[in-house]
């Protein structure tokens, strides 16, 4: 059968397949489907709401000939915008955090955006946050429109309008559950309340595990285009309005490791080489189908392709250096923590004051972590710096901890060689250990080599 034809790009938004899990539904007695969305003509889910948003300007003036398309993003909803201005003839401008994967900066600027960097991690109030930065901009350049994927109403539209009908016509209407993460909201939000109306279908959003949407403490995760992160200096934490919490039936977490491992088993296992917020959502529907029959339905929204992360969540030596990846490589020498007992590191939050930090840190065996956050482990991007015994010797004990500490030490990955840990090392003294994404422990310099810190 041959396939549609198009008269234009954005007539190839929408209306993607269903692909069923075979291999890792293994057991399970509903059958699971993922929404294909990876193959919307620019490579995600996002090009729905973004056409949707440039139309609506459109029609409302807000976005005029000759105008310029402004967006503050993790990427995916950038390119959309890019690729539906290109085609329409806007120039686009698009703010995205450092942190933002290679591969989708590279894809924005093929498109023709004008990309701007900004830190990531940073406060929400902070005017270099990306979504305070794009309003700036979009406020200074003439004839500059905001899209505002996180308050404008077209972007939860797009999917009450075209993902929900494609759903409940692709499964004649037997669908039972629909499970999403949470980004914007958009998606789930008018996927699920759509659905709803048209029958018992339960919604369930599903979040990373330190996302402050499902609970979690705000703190990094390391899933792009979904989650929450909240940073503890941030004083007004504003969630999108496009998130209707009322939708969702429940919100299921799941950490960053099962999220990576989910990502390389789809790949291995089923032939779909998917982003990490599609594996996030797979793995919190797997996690829900084990209480389900098997006359249920579940619709899973597979936001994007894996290619858009080859650096990332498929790559051995970033998933190492973090500690995701831990097993042993065919052929390669065994990983630290296997060769080597990592010991348990206090941590000192910025808050504190000399006088309370005093005893941890003389106690402590190497440099201890000083944190932005007041919790028992940090991720390296929370950590200011460091502090060794004898750092505060003289200090006023009302001082502010932050101000004494020192460079951090060097960081090496639980799932490294002992080789690279030496590597690393240098000439310093200590290394901190990550596992999982956070500083877990250290090892110090004895001799000629490497022991865990008494």
């Not at 998606?187 to 990373?208: C, F, I, N, Q, W």
């Not at 389900?292 to 250096?321: C, M, N, Q, T």
Request: charged fraction near 20%.
């Amino acid at each position: 059968m041959s396939g549609p034809v198009h008269e234009s790009v954005l007539d190839a938004v929408g209306a993607t397949p269903l692909i069923r899990l075979r291999r890792v539904a293994e057991g399970l007695a509903p059958r699971i489907y993922v929404k294909a969305e990876w193959q919307n003509a620019g490579g995600s889910v996002k090009d729905r709401a973004a056409l949707w948003m440039v139309r609506a300007a459109e029609r409302s003036g807000a976005l005029r000939p000759g105008g310029v398309i402004v967006e503050g993003t993790s990427g995916n909803t950038g390119i959309g915008l890019a690729l539906v201005g290109g085609v329409l003839g806007y120039r686009t401008v698009i703010v995205v955090p450092d942190t933002t994967a290679a591969e989708k900066i590279a894809a924005l600027r093929a498109y023709g955006a004008e990309v701007r960097l900004t830190p990531g991690g940073i406060p929400g109030d902070d005017p270099r946050h990306v979504i305070n930065l794009a309003a700036r901009v979009a406020a200074e350049i003439p004839g500059g429109w905001l899209a505002d994927q996180y308050g404008n109403p077209a972007n939860p539209r797009a999917h009450r309008d075209t993902t929900a009908p494609e759903i409940w016509e692709q499964t004649a209407g037997a669908v039972t559950c629909l499970v999403a993460g949470i980004g914007t909201g958009g998606t789930l939000s008018g996927t699920g309340a759509a659905l709803k109306e048209k029958g018992p279908v339960r919604v369930v959003g599903v979040d990373p595990e330190n996302s402050a949407y499902g609970g979690g403490d705000g703190s990094p995760y390391y899933v792009e285009a979904i989650g929450h992160y909240r940073h503890p200096d941030t004083v007004t934490d504003t969630w999108p309005e496009n998130w209707d919490r009322t939708v969702a039936d429940e919100v299921v977490r799941v950490d960053d490791r099962t999220t990576m491992l989910t990502a390389r088993r789809l790949a291995r296992e089923e032939g779909l080489l998917l982003g990490g917020s599609s594996a996030t959502a797979v793995a919190g529907a797997l996690r829900v189908s084990r209480d389900l029959g098997p006359d249920d339905v579940v619709v899973v929204i597979a936001p994007d392709s894996g290619r858009a992360y080859l650096s990332k969540y498929f790559d051995d030596g970033w998933l190492r250096r973090l500690g995701f990846l831990t097993e042993p490589g065919p052929d390669a020498p065994a990983p630290l923590v296997d060769e080597l007992p990592v010991e348990p590191l206090p941590v000192v939050p910025a808050a504190w004051t000399v006088g309370r930090a005093r005893g941890v840190v003389e106690g402590a065996a190497g440099p201890v972590p000083v944190t932005v956050r007041d919790a028992p482990t940090a991720a390296p991007s929370e950590i200011l710096g460091s502090l060794a015994p004898g750092d505060l010797d003289g200090a006023h004990d009302d001082a502010p901890v932050r101000a004494h500490a020192r460079p951090r030490p060097p960081v090496v990955g639980a799932g490294e060689t002992v080789a690279a840990a030496r590597e690393a090392l240098g000439d310093a003294p200590a290394a901190w250990v990550v596992r999982d994404g956070r500083v877990v422990g250290q090892v110090v310099r004895a001799g000629s080599g490497l022991a865990p810190a008494d």
